[in-house]
């Protein structure tokens, strides 16, 4: 078996209570927030802003909670960060790896930082991790000369050298190209399957190709906790299409929430979020997660 | 690093030629040389190095991973201090090189091997204090205060007291010490809040204090028994001064360590024609002096001619230096109460007493320890003029 399957082991929970961060000069990072985040791929989606990152900070022990508390793995994120840190993987959002390193060289340096000590477990650990992102043709490549895809794979590797039972991911498609991006999911779809991974992302594309579940965070509250399919009965019954031109066009935009937008010969379809159907010739459609996401962050809005 | 280990072996190269039959000088010249320039190379490079996570972004990577931040944070520094290790190996490869080509042998090559020593704690300090304070403060900018003090202290020694100096073999002890208690300081504190409630370990709780500990008593140390008249004069020293040198009367006295440590005085070796000479070690006339000393003891040995030189540094591990770099065998004496002084005669005790000039100086004594020729500057190392002063007394005194 791979040393990465945890199949079999005991699945890992993510226990968080009132968990909050406040930064100097009033700013709240994160309300009090409760999750409790189980097996499979659990998305954060929200805008740049909402507080993705610093409860993914809190919770890999780097930023240090205001109040509230937050367990792994049955761990206390403030007290046992040793243990935290030892059950986690965590690849951030914007990483720099030493450039001068190979790829082999600077596992070998994270694996070290894992304390893996044997060096013959720590060469197989890596070879596995270098494998498994598909970085084997590069792996006496020096850093500074990876491609962006590239070093977010070496990225993922390093995060997977401990086996982590928990694998925490700060915007990893963010930047990619659609064939990287594509294939950067693919893996963590198949790292979800025996682990716990918390993705975050602002790409509902993300959200609508892997996660299991999803928090929709928007200015450090969280609007949503559940499934895809249930985030996009949130506003089932309450989008409308509409072909329109001119100043109805301008009315409908102004008036109501608008989702998309098609262009359609002359006119244009208009997407829109209502309780009922905004005028003559609305026809309602099924809600896609982008409607969604859109209605949650106006509701968000309304409630600040 | 290449170039960096190039650059180190180029200085290396230039220091390393000097005057003298062994490597004595050119070991003194290239520990100087480490101590000053690679020093300020180790300022910038632990500074640097004490930085690089976060200028690379890897900060996150790095801290999100198991291992205990004391052990990140000294384990940065060992890392960094090595490779300026490595630059200091590939500075004294130079200078024997150096020494090789230009001389043809690099006799007495011990000495190096003890400058390496020195230096490699003078770069500790270095280190540890840019390394440190950059940490510390989170800029490499606060590590360029390291820098300062270096350029300060040397700039400044007319108004320094010799404790201040960390390339001072006497000195060494103690700034090991402070650099010790600095990088405790720095893995205890940085990122404190990193380790939750598990206790820092045991070396890292301890070795501040100890550092410090330590530094404080050495430091006391230096001052109380040294002198230094810019911080405390010692009475010993204080009463050599007092004595004289004229001509014709009984040499001033004094009781010195020489090469081996041994502490030694003019009245262990009575009846001897002593030729007493004062010299800068550090310069090409006092190593010129000193082997002028080395051909009088092996002609005039046998007949009760004893040179015993008395190196007038700051530094009281150069006389020991040059002494087993020059492979010499008569006393070569560590003046410990040598300081910063414009003039030589102000810069020692035992100068003053001998009412010193210009270095190297020369007193020629009868078997009775009276002075019986007194020369200085270029004629102190002046063959003929040395031979007829000590054949002189010879040939009055045979035995």
């Not at chain 1, 951030?92 to 790829?103: K, M």
């Not at chain 1, 890596?126 to 850093?143: F, M, P, S, W, Y």
């Not at chain 2, 204090?129 to 606060?142: F, N, Q, R």
């Not at chain 2, 010193?356 to 002075?371: E, K």
Request: proline share 5%; aromatic share 6%.
């Amino acid at each position: 078996m791979s040393p990465f399957s945890q199949r079999g082991a005991d699945k890992l929970k993510v226990e968080i209570e009132g968990l909050r961060k406040d930064y100097d000069g009033g700013v709240v990072g994160l309300y009090e927030t409760d999750l409790t985040i189980g097996e499979g791929i659990f998305a954060l989606l929200g805008p740049n802003g909402a507080g993705k990152s610093t409860l993914m900070s809190m919770l890999t022990t780097l930023l240090e909670p205001t109040a509230g508390s937050a367990r792994v793995a049955g761990f206390d994120i403030r007290h046992r960060k040793e243990q935290v840190r030892g059950v986690l993987g965590y690849l951030p959002q914007d990483f720099g790896l030493y450039p001068s390193l190979t790829v082999f060289e600077t596992l070998d340096y994270i694996g070290l930082l894992y304390n893996l000590r044997d060096r013959a477990e720590r060469t197989s650990r890596i070879e596995e991790a270098i494998a498994r992102v598909n970085l084997g043709e590069v792996r006496d490549r020096q850093i500074a000369h990876l491609s962006g895809g590239m070093h977010q794979r070496v990225g993922l590797a390093q995060a997977l050298l401990n086996n982590p039972k928990l694998l925490i991911v700060d915007e990893p498609t963010a930047g990619l190209d659609p064939e990287e991006r594509i294939r950067v999911r693919s893996m963590l779809t198949e790292l979800g399957r025996d682990r716990v991974v918390i993705l975050s992302t602002h790409l509902i594309e993300d959200v609508a190709a892997i996660a299991d579940t999803v928090a929709v965070l928007h200015r450090g509250r969280i609007r949503y906790v559940g499934t895809p399919a249930g985030m996009r009965d949130t506003v089932r019954g309450q989008v409308w299409q509409i072909s329109a031109a001119g100043d109805r066009l301008s009315e409908i935009r102004g008036r109501y929430t608008e989702t998309a937008l098609q262009r359609d010969g002359d006119r244009v379809l208009v997407r829109v979020i209502a309780e009922e159907a905004p005028g003559d010739g609305a026809t309602p459609v099924e809600p896609t997660l982008d409607d969604a996401y859109i209605g949650l962050m106006r509701e968000g809005g309304r409630a600040n | 690093m290449k170039a960096a280990l190039v650059f180190s072996a180029l200085i290396g190269w230039s220091a390393g030629n000097a005057m003298g039959d062994g490597a004595g000088l050119s070991a003194l010249a290239t520990g100087d040389a480490a101590c000053t320039y690679l020093a300020l190379v180790a300022v910038y490079w632990l500074s640097l190095a004490a930085a690089r996570d976060a200028a690379l972004s890897a900060t996150s990577i790095v801290l999100s991973k198991p291992q205990p931040t004391e052990r990140l944070v000294v384990a940065r520094f060992l890392g960094a201090y090595l490779q300026v290790l490595v630059l200091l190996v590939g500075l004294f490869i130079g200078a024997a090189a150096s020494r090789w080509i230009h001389s043809g042998a690099v006799a007495g090559s011990s000495a190096y091997l003890a400058q390496y020593g020195r230096s490699a704690v003078v770069l500790f300090f270095a280190s540890s204090a840019a390394y440190s304070l950059a940490l510390m403060a989170g800029t490499p900018l606060a590590g360029a205060l390291a820098g300062m003090y270096w350029i300060v202290t040397l700039a400044g020694q007319e108004y320094l007291a010799k404790v201040y100096y960390p390339y001072y073999t006497q000195n060494l002890a103690m700034f090991g010490s402070l650099g010790v208690f600095l990088i405790g300081m720095a893995a205890r504190l940085h990122r404190r809040g990193r380790r939750g409630s598990a206790p820092p370990q045991v070396w890292c709780r301890a070795a501040w204090p100890v550092g410090l500990i330590s530094a404080l008593i050495l430091a006391r140390g230096i001052v109380l028994y040294g002198h230094d008249p810019l911080m405390l004069e010692s009475p010993v020293m204080a009463e050599i001064s007092r004595q004289d040198a004229v001509m014709h009367k009984r040499s001033p006295g004094f009781l010195l360590p020489d090469q081996n440590g041994r502490l030694t005085a003019l009245s262990d070796t009575p009846g001897k024609v002593f030729v007493i000479a004062l010299v800068d070690p550090r310069s090409d006339e006092g190593v010129l002096m000193l082997d002028r000393l080395r051909d009088l003891h092996e002609r005039y040995g046998g007949q009760g001619v004893l040179p015993v030189a008395v190196c007038i540094a700051n530094d009281e591990g150069a006389a020991r230096t040059v002494a087993h770099g020059e492979r010499l065998r008569y006393p070569v004496l560590t003046d410990w109460g040598s300081h910063h002084a414009p003039k030589a005669a102000e810069a020692s005790p035992v100068a003053g007493a001998y009412r010193v000039t210009d270095l190297p100086y020369v007193a020629v004594t009868d078997r009775r320890r009276r002075v019986r020729e007194m020369l200085e500057g270029i004629n102190a190392y002046d063959g003929p003029q040395l031979d007829k002063a000590v054949s002189a007394r010879l040939a009055e005194e045979p035995k």
